[in-house]
Nanobody
Framework: QVQLVQSGGGLVQPGGSLRLSCAASGSSLNINNMAWYRQAPEKQRELVAAISQSGTTGYVDSVKGRFTISRENAMNTVYLQMNYLKPEDTAGYYC?????????WGQGTQVTVSS
């Protein structure tokens, strides 16, 4: 059974940094794309960043130059390094992986940017 476990997140001041991690566990994992989404209160979930199996990355405009997505294939893990955080980055953050041709989600973690 595939399971995604997230770590990281929390409360940070504007301009600060946080790093999110998401690790997949299970047997015979064939992981294709990995991505991070976020959902703020009363807003739709949005794609923040994605990375392909070959390492090609993409970002929503609002985080370009501030967030970096990366993956460590040997550890079945995806990371989201978030720098220069703004209050509007406050949201629940969710990882998603395409594993064995099915989508799997992490449990979510809260990021709050506030002074």
């Amino acid at each position: 059974q595939v399971q995604l476990v997230q770590s990281g997140g929390g409360l940070v001041q504007p301009g600060g940094s946080l790093r999110l991690s998401c690790a997949a566990s299970g047997s015979s994992l064939n992981i294709n794309n990995m991505a991070w989404y976020r959902q703020a209160p009363e807003k739709q979930r949005e794609l923040v960043a994605a990375i392909s199996q070959s390492g090609t990355t993409g970002y929503v405009d609002s985080v370009k130059g501030r967030f970096t997505i990366s993956r460590e294939n040997a550890m079945n893990t995806v990371y989201l390094q978030m720098n220069y955080l703004k209050p509007e980055d406050t949201a629940g953050y969710y990882c998603k992986m395409n594993i064995n041709w099915a989508e799997h989600w992490g449990q979510g973690t809260q990021v709050t940017v506030s002074s």
